[in-house]
């Protein structure tokens, strides 16, 4: 069995940095490839970022590019989320993702296998 668990998350004011780390155990992460979700109250949960199982390939949604970093460390079976020059409109919960059968999609919650179970952040202006 897989399990993710998020950590990181917080309150911060607009402009500043949050790092999100997810760890996996189970199954074999090195063949992974991993996302980054969130869901901000009375919202779908949306794609933020994916990163592929050795981390040469990396996606975003619009509105974070160029603000936001994934990244893997494959020894550490964990995958993060640099945060950087938050925006009010980034505050939701944050989810990490496993894909476990990569077929070049990678965008939509049904990609993926297995959640971890959320963790928040809070950006004020």
């Known amino acids: 069995q897989v399990q993710l668990v998020e950590y990181g998350g917080g309150s911060v004011q607009a402009g500043e940095s949050l790092r999100l780390s997810c760890v996996v155990s189970g199954g074999t992460f090195s063949n992974y490839a991993m996302g980054w979700f969130r869901q901000a109250p009375g919202q779908e949960r949306e794609f933020v970022a994916a990163?592929?199982?050795?981390?040469?390939?990396?996606y975003y949604t619009d509105p974070v590019k160029g603000r936001f970093a994934i990244s893997r460390d494959n020894a550490k079976n964990t995958v993060y989320l640099q945060m950087n020059s938050l925006k009010p409109e980034d505050t939701a919960v944050y989810y990490c993702?496993?894909?476990?059968?990569?077929?070049?999609?990678?965008?939509?919650?049904?990609?993926?296998?297995?959640w971890g179970q959320g963790t928040q952040v809070t950006v004020s202006s």
């Open positions: 993702a496993v894909d476990m059968y990569y077929s070049g999609s990678y965008s939509y919650t049904h990609d993926y296998e297995y």
């Open positions: 990163i592929s199982w050795l981390g040469g390939t990396t």
